[in-house]
Every structure is written in structure tokens, then in C-alpha cells.
């Protein structure tokens, strides 16, 4: 990899940085442009960032998991967000919502937070896999 | 304009079937990708031309001038998916060019009529090497 | 709530496998025991989703409770039923296997998430109602099959695997390129909402192209004349498993949706279509036999069997009578029991011999006289001898050939019978009959991994020979699932409401 010190140096700072604003994105998807399948890009692209930057082991060492274990979770998460409707008679992935105190809940964010890990992982997976050592 | 789409469509499906005809494995994937493209500008075409009725929200609600949103949904998860497969395409012809040095179909194939039983062969050296 | 829980069952099988074993990517010794229990769940659901099919007719499921022209509807009625539970049988009994001789390496390249994804692709595909979801999930079967294909990453297998990538690529854009059109002409993509106005378009002859691309990309996933030259490149690389799995359920999910389309969305037109139909389905049977006539090694004949035998699935959809199709589908349930075994036994054979070449191997009868009889089962039943499987399936694809008075067709498919029957007699005379080459045998494999090889090939050969010996049931079946077919109107009226059908 080129080796820049101002990209090694802000790396970290850009790394988080993207994972916020991906969060957010996330969360904002709920009713506005946005979404799991953003958020998750923009997530991934954090982590690509620091690869570049980093080497792919410090990237690797960053997530803790193997890529594919995002995947694996994000998969148990939309998976398991489609299970609720089942139980009132409704067909799978039939959506519930509950308004503690105004603030809209539904099992949707579960579903966007299974997609958003899925694409993590799954772009990261395949980039990692480019990148070489 | 949609016969300006159309030129556009086989414009584009020109090319690549020109690179299609390569022999080297990266210009056939740019070929993929162009080839691609132009079914998604098709199914755009076709979603603009049809006798749509809008889904699920009234006409008169949404006023004059309201595109169709199933085509562009489709048209996205096309190319979310064709991202997928290219990216993987992608990393098998890279995996071709650093372990044995070409992308060139031609040489590639050579490894279909191989001397020793390869199967064995080739996996046993692989497991050495790893 | 239990039937639209037993609708998703067989898609949510496997894939809490995938997203399980993929969560476990580092301990490959944990996926197996998942990923068998997962295809075990699968077949379970399957069978309950067939017995409910069965007795209450189609199941009907909107997903997201978003009603059926405009969201995803999961549709499966007893054809789809069928093709589940052959899948879920396969699915075990390849979960098995896959635990024999090179399971450590196999695992470690993650045999098993890809395998899950694979199986997810596959029962998707049967279950939807949906045009554009069909494409979504070829593309999951793909991707997981591109995954499986170059496990080993050797060069062979980067070769067959590039050529199966951009063939299938292409293939699919096709797909994509149809549904574009369709959706042009109809506005919609419901399948069953496609039956209902297509034979209103005006524009027939667009419906028609857009016909004719479907059939080019369903054809190219089922490997049909002319586009069947990836698959003898691509199959014989893959490990014995994987080859195995593909076998059986990859192109017959191209053949499940040429017979749902053609006798569904198009068969107002059928006249047109059927003639194409039965000369593609009599190429490819006879290009294929031919094929695996020129080949000495085990798994490029048993590819090229494949092709040859896809000609005779097609054969119901092309003359689309009653007896013709229940043919068909009888004689995809053999088939995919049966070539799915040879497969499996190739691998053993391997295991024994040291090799897939036939100049290679010899003696087998001598050492390995269990092997033997257990090839000949499959063996004998894909070239259709009575009282195996393969007979039943073949007497009911030439009694309708010879009722629908297609003379040509069904003189093509008892010849290619004959064929079949040379090439299994070339491996049985080679591998087993022939004195054995020199040269030390190879290492036995623990009594374990025995286990894990033979139980699915015992289990399956019985299976061949309980549907050749107890013809009835699945006959019956069979039947039921082509009536199913060919009343449009029920289907329709099933997933859209009766005031749809006409």
C-alpha cells in the first residue's frame, strides 16, 4: 500500500467518523432517504479507507470477526424481525409497530440493522479478499 | 426519446458484445458489466411505455407527471446484484491472474486436458504450498 | 399462523443454517452438526408443506402482508411441494456425504455457508410466485454455486468456473431482459397476474420474444441444446459434494421454471411453443448421450447424462397433456435421486480406485463387490430398466409421446435409453470388471468417513428402488401435480382471489 502519512495518521478519525455517519443514516432510513443498504456502505467504506491505510490485518483486527460472520449476524437479525408477525396469523415479515411514549418502534429497524450488517460484511468480505495482504 | 433510448440500448449493447468476443477475461467482464447496463436502461424504457397503472397509491393523489416506481425498484436491485456477481468475477479472474499469471481464456483452458490425473495432482501441490 | 410458519419453513431452514454457520466461519468442526441439522429441518418442512398441499391445495402467503399484485407472494402448490422435499432429501443426504474424506479442507474453504446459501437459492426459487423474485433468488443460487465451484481454487476449477460465471451471467441478464419487457407489456409481475392478462396483450409477438428470452435463460441455467457447454467444463472440477448437489438440483431448477412458465404465463400460446420445446428436448437428449459416449472419465460421462437426460423433463411441457407432464415430473424426482447417486458413488469409486479416469481404475468388483451393486441401482434405473425408478419415469414420457402422436420424439427417447445403458456398461465394464491396474491401492478411509460415504448412496439407492417397486403413490402424485399445471384458473384464482379467475 501507498504509505501516506497523513492517511495513516487520520485513519482512525475517518474510520469512526463514517461508522457514525452510517449509523445515522441507518436510523434515518426509518422514513426519509437512507437505510440499512446506505448505512452499511458507508460503513464498509470506513473500514475499506482503513485498510488502505492500515494493511489488511490492522482492518481485520479492527472488526474482531471474520467479515462473514456480519454477514451471519446481520442474516439471524432480518431473519429473526420477520418472526413477530407470524405469531398473530399475519404472513412472514408482516411488520410490528409500538409507540412507547410517541417515539415509532417497529421491527422494521430490526430488518434494517440485519441488511445494514449483511452489506458490511459482504463488501468487506470481497474487498479484503481483493486487497491481498 | 424512446427512440433515442433505443439507439442508446443497442449503442451500448454493441459494445460489449464486442468485448464479449475478447479473448482476455477482464475486457469479457467490462463486456458484463456494459451489457448490463443496457438491459437496465430497457426495463426503464419498458416500465415508461407500458400501461401502468401507479401501485398501491391513487392516481388522482400523486397528480400528473408521476413516474412509476417498480421499475426504478427493479432496476436497483439489478444492479445491487450485478455488483455482487461482478465483484466475484472479479476476484476469481485476479485469483487466475496471480496463481497462474494470465487471464487469457486460451491459456486458461489449457488446464482442461491435463497429462497427470489433476485433480489429484494439482490439489496436492496446492496443500504443500498453502 | 401454522401454515403461513410451515409456507416459510423451508426457506427460513436453511437459512438460519447460512447465517449460523457463517456466524461460526472459524469453527468449521461446529458448522457441520448445523448444517445438518438445518437440511434435516428442511425436509422435515418440506414433507409437512407437501401434506398440506396435498390435501388443501395451494398454499398462498403475501409477504410483509403487502396483497398479491403488488408485493412478493410465496406460492407453493403440490409441484412446488414435490420439488421441496426432493430438494430437502438431497440437501441431507449430501450434508452427510460431505462429512466423508476431505471434509477438513472443504470446511475450512466454507463448504458450509455457501452450501446453506445454495439450498436457500433453490427452495426460493420453488416457492415464489413472483417473476422478478425467481431472478433474485437464481442470483442467490448463483453466487453461492460460483462459491462452491472454485473451492479447491485449483486451476481447473478457476477455468470451469469462469466459463460457468460469465455463461450464467449472461443467462441471467437475459432473464432480466425478459421480465423488462413483460413488465412493459403487462404492468405487472406476478405470475399468476401475468396468466391472467397475458393472453390479452395485444402485442403477442413481443410476448412471444419475451417468451423465447425466458426459455434462452432457464435453458442455459438447465443446460439444453445448444446451451449446455458449460456444464460437462464446469461439473467434473468441482469436489465430489459439491459436483454431487449440482447435479441435482441446479439445472432442474431451470427445468421447474420452464414448466411453470410454459404452463402457466404462456400457455394460451402453446401450439407455438410446443414444437420448439420438443425439438430442444429431443437435441439435447441425443447431444448429450452422445457426449457422454466420447468421454473415459466417470464424472464427465455422468455430465453429460445430465444434458441428455433434461431432454426427456422437457417432453411434458413441450406436448402439455396431462400424462406427459406427470411424466416429466415423475421423472425428475428419479432423476434427481439418481444422478445425484452416481455422483455420490463416483466418489467412492474414487476413494477405492484412486482415480476418476476409467484407463485408471479396474478390479473394483473384486475388491469392492458392495460398490458394485450399489452403482448398478442408479445405474440401471437412469438407463430406464424395469422395475427400477427410471422405467416408470421413461414409460409414461414415450406412452405420451405416442399418444400425442409425436412418433419422432418418442422413437429419440427410447433410443437414448439405449445409449445410457452403453455408457453405464462402459463404467461398469472399466472400473469394475476389468482386471485392476498395477500400482499399490490407495489408503483406506476410517470407518467414519465409510459411514458418512455410504449411508446417503444406501439410502438413496433405495429410494430408486422403492419408487421403481411402489410406482403407485408417486405416480399419483405426479398426476396430481400436473392437473395442478394445467388448471391456470385455480392457480390464479388462489393467489389473487376467486373474481381473478375466469
Known amino acids: ?133 | 426519446m424512446e427512440i433515442l433510448f433505443a439507439i442508446a440500448i443497442g449503442t451500448v449493447v454493441t459494445a460489449s458484445v464486442y468485448l464479449f468476443l475478447s479473448r482476455d477475461l477482464l475486457r469479457g467482464l467490462l463486456g458484463f458489466i456494459l451489457f448490463g447496463t443496457a438491459v437496465n436502461l430497457a426495463i426503464l424504457l419498458a416500465g415508461r411505455v407500458g400501461p401502468m397503472r401507479p401501485p398501491l397509491v391513487d392516481a388522482a393523489v400523486l397528480g400528473a407527471g408521476a413516474a412509476n416506481p417498480l421499475p426504478q425498484a427493479l432496476i436497483l436491485t439489478a444492479i445491487v446484484i450485478g455488483f455482487g456477481l461482478t465483484a466475484f468475477a472479479l476476484i476469481l479472474t485476479l485469483t487466475a491472474h496471480r496463481e497462474f499469471g494470465t487471464t487469457s481464456v486460451e491459456e486458461l483452458a489449457e488446464a482442461e486436458t491435463p497429462k497427470v490425473p489433476a485433480n489429484t495432482a494439482a490439489a496436492a501441490t496446492r496443500r504443500e504450498a498453502a | 399462523m401454522t401454515a403461513q410458519l410451515l409456507l416459510v419453513a423451508p426457506l427460513l431452514a436453511p437459512l438460519l443454517g447460512a447465517a449460523l454457520t457463517a456466524l461460526l466461519w472459524r469453527r468449521p468442526a461446529v458448522q457441520r452438526p448445523i448444517s445438518l441439522a438445518a437440511t434435516v429441518l428442511l425436509l422435515g418442512a418440506a414433507v409437512g408443506l407437501l401434506a398440506h398441499t396435498a390435501s388443501h391445495g395451494t398454499l398462498v402467503g403475501a409477504m410483509g402482508a403487502w396483497p398479491a399484485p403488488f408485493g412478493i407472494v410465496l406460492v407453493v402448490d403440490v409441484f412446488s411441494a414435490i420439488m421441496l422435499v426432493i430438494t430437502g432429501v438431497m440437501a441431507v443426504a449430501v450434508a452427510l456425504y460431505a462429512m466423508g474424506p476431505g471434509a477438513a479442507e472443504r470446511d475450512r474453504a466454507g463448504f458450509h455457508p455457501l452450501f446453506q446459501g445454495l439450498l436457500l437459492g433453490v427452495a426460493g426459487a420453488f416457492a415464489t410466485g413472483d417473476l422478478f423474485n425467481l431472478y433474485v433468488w437464481f442470483e442467490v443460487m448463483l453466487i453461492a454455486s460460483f462459491g462452491l465451484l472454485v473451492l479447491d481454487r485449483t486451476r481447473e476449477q478457476i477455468d470451469g468456473g469462469l466459463r460457468y460465471v460469465l455463461l450464467n451471467l449472461v443467462g441471467t441478464t437475459f432473464f432480466l431482459l425478459a421480465v423488462g419487457l413483460l413488465l412493459g407489456l403487462t404492468g405487472t409481475l406476478n405470475m399468476a397476474d401475468l396468466a391472467r392478462l397475458a393472453p390479452d396483450v395485444d402485442n403477442q409477438g413481443a410476448l412471444a420474444a419475451a417468451a423465447m428470452l425466458l426459455l434462452v435463460a432457464f435453458g442455459a441455467k438447465a443446460a439444453v441444446f445448444p446451451l449446455f457447454n458449460w456444464l460437462p467444463a464446469a461439473y467434473h472440477t468441482a469436489s465430489m459434494p459439491v459436483a454431487a448437489i449440482f447435479a441435482a438440483l441446479l439445472t432442474k431448477v431451470g427445468v421447474y421454471a420452464i414448466i411453470r412458465v410454459f404452463t402457466l404465463i404462456f400457455a394460451h400460446d402453446a401450439a407455438f411453443f410446443g414444437p420448439i420445446l420438443a425439438v430442444v428436448a429431443m437435441a439435447t437428449m441425443v447431444t448429450g448421450v452422445f457426449g457422454a459416449a466420447a468421454h473415459y472419465d466417470v464424472r464427465r460421462i455422468l455430465s453429460f447424462h445430465i444434458i441428455s437426460q433434461i431432454g426427456y423433463m422437457l417432453v411434458g411441457v413441450a406436448l402439455m397433456t396431462p400424462l406427459a407432464i406427470a411424466g416429466s415430473i415423475l421423472y425428475v424426482i428419479h432423476h434427481i435421486v439418481v444422478k445425484a447417486n452416481l455422483f455420490l458413488i463416483a466418489g467412492a469409486i474414487r476413494q477405492a480406485g484412486g482415480s476418476f479416469a476409467l484407463a485408471r481404475l479396474g478390479g473394483l468388483w473384486v475388491t469392492r463387490p458392495l460398490l458394485g451393486l450399489l452403482f448398478l441401482v442408479p445405474a440401471l434405473s437412469l438407463a430406464g430398466m424395469p422395475p427400477l425408478s427410471g422405467f416408470w419415469g421413461k414409460l409414461a414420457v414415450v406412452r405420451a409421446s405416442l399418444e400425442a402422436q409425436s412418433w419422432v420424439l418418442a422413437a429419440v427417447a427410447l433410443a437414448v435409453g439405449v445409449l445410457t445403458l452403453f455408457s453405464m456398461i462402459k463404467i461398469w465394464n472399466e472400473a469394475f470388471w476389468k482386471a485392476a491396474p498395477a500400482g499399490p491401492p490407495p489408503a483406506p478411509p476410517t470407518r467414519s468417513q465409510r459411514l458418512a460415504t455410504f449411508t446417503p448412496i444406501v439410502a438413496l439407492a433405495a429410494i430408486t428402488v422403492t419408487i421403481g417397486l411402489w410406482t403407485e403413490p408417486f405416480l399419483a402424485l405426479s398426476f396430481q401435480a400436473a392437473d395442478g399445471l394445467l388448471d391456470r384458473q385455480a392457480y390464479i384464482a388462489a393467489v389473487l382471489g376467486p373474481e381473478a379467475a375466469r
Open chain 1, 1 to 133: 500500500m501507498n504509505d501516506s502519512l497523513i492517511l495513516r495518521t487520520s485513519a482512525p478519525l475517518l474510520l469512526w467518523l463514517s461508522i457514525a455517519v452510517s449509523v445515522f443514516v441507518l436510523l434515518r432510513g426509518h422514513n426519509a432517504p437512507g437505510g440499512g443498504f446506505l448505512g452499511g456502505l458507508m460503513g464498509a467504506g470506513g473500514v475499506l479507507l482503513y485498510a488502505i491505510a492500515r494493511g489488511r490485518v490492522a482492518a481485520i483486527r479492527f472488526l474482531r470477526l471474520p467479515p462473514v460472520a456480519y454477514c451471519g449476524i446481520g442474516l439471524l437479525a432480518a431473519l429473526a424481525s420477520g418472526l413477530p408477525g407470524l405469531l398473530g396469523e399475519a404472513p412472514y415479515l408482516t411488520h410490528l409497530w409500538a409507540f412507547p411514549a410517541g417515539l415509532p418502534l417497529g421491527t422494521t429497524i430490526l430488518f434494517d440493522l440485519g441488511v445494514y450488517l449483511v452489506v458490511l460484511g459482504t463488501i468487506t468480505a470481497m474487498f479484503l479478499a481483493l486487497v491481498g495482504d
